[in-house]
């Protein structure tokens, strides 16, 4: 939930600010310097843009442009940053990440020298990407509640805001709602999927979880192979344990934890090896959050 001042909780600077809008205020105590506020709008986390920000850009009097070499105005012109920080904005509220996770990577409280590597992976993974290069994805892995969606949240809006890049988030099971959705209005699936085959980074949250129905199976394997001939990054959260097929498609409390399926059983082993060969998988771990949560509020 955003707080009085319409941040959303948890919310911290970034790792990195590539952009530095004219006119803005380094200092900012609402936006603290980036020219923008994260809240939420209905479900979904929207960006807005700071009241520190001069409706009349300083840098190129609302123009677009402005000379490369500040010291030569006429030498070539580039995009003026005032036009990126509003290009980022709109491209993150096309991510369409949901308000309760809409969460910094800098939120993420790293308490272990596991965390740590962790985060130190992420975040070089954000300062080494590459526009049109082939970028690692990540699967995060582990229990529930350690928060995965928190950093595939995270990541995502560091990509959009200190790269630039284009971003989508599906939870898997609204995805497949969605989908059947469009197939019984008529409107079919073909716009749904190749919006998510061809944005520059796909966030894919609950990977393998379904009822591992074959319409199930044809919809990831046609998104993941798409992206994966693309050389377009892939980030997903999964609570099913990497490793080979076992041949267990569906949990059994009867069986025990060496029975359980793992997610190639659940995706099948092509999408997991095409995961294998393009994403590090990160197992997370630590304390479970949500009972922390709700340790906290019952001694409040
Ligand atoms: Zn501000
Ligand atoms: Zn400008």
Redesign the pocket.
């Known amino acids: 939930m955003p707080g009085a001042d319409g941040r959303v909780a948890g919310a911290v600077a970034p790792v990195i600010a590539v952009l530095s809008p004219p006119g ?2 380094p200092d ?1 105590a ?6 923008y506020l994260i809240v939420k709008a209905g479900e979904q986390a929207r960006a807005q843009r ?4 001069p409706m009349m850009c300083p840098a190129c009097d609302n123009v677009g442009w402005v000379p490369n070499d500040p010291a030569n105005p006429r030498s070539p012109r580039r995009p003026c940053d005032c036009r990126s920080l509003s290009a980022r904005m709109a491209r993150f509220d096309d991510a369409k990440i949901p308000g309760r996770h809409a969460k910094t990577l800098g939120g993420w409280v790293a308490t272990s020298p596991e965390q740590v590597a962790t985060r130190m992976h992420l975040d070089g993974l954000v300062q080494e990407w590459t526009p049109n290069g082939e970028n690692r994805g990540v699967v995060f892995h582990g229990p529930v509640g350690r928060g995965k969606t928190h950093l595939l949240c995270g990541l995502l809006r560091e990509l959009v805001f200190s790269r630039g890049v284009t971003a989508r988030f599906v939870e898997f099971s609204h995805l497949l709602a969605d989908l059947k959705q469009g197939f019984s209005s008529g409107e079919g699936s073909g716009a749904l999927i190749t919006e998510l085959a061809e944005v520059d980074v796909l966030g894919i949250d609950e990977l393998g979880k379904g009822h591992g129905t074959d319409f199930e199976g044809t919809v990831i394997d046609e998104i993941i192979s798409r992206r994966y001939n693309a050389e377009r990054t892939i980030l997903a959260t999964t609570n099913f344990p990497p490793g080979d097929a076992i041949g267990v498609k569906v949990g059994n409390l009867m069986l025990d934890e060496r029975h359980q399926p793992r997610l190639a059983d659940r995706v099948g082993d092509r999408v997991y090896s095409r995961l294998v060969e393009t994403c590090a998988f990160v197992l997370v771990t630590g304390e479970d959050h949500r009972r922390k949560n709700e340790k906290q509020g019952r001694t409040a």
């Open positions: 803005i205020l900012c609402t936006c603290r310097g980036q020219g700071c009241s520190c920000v």
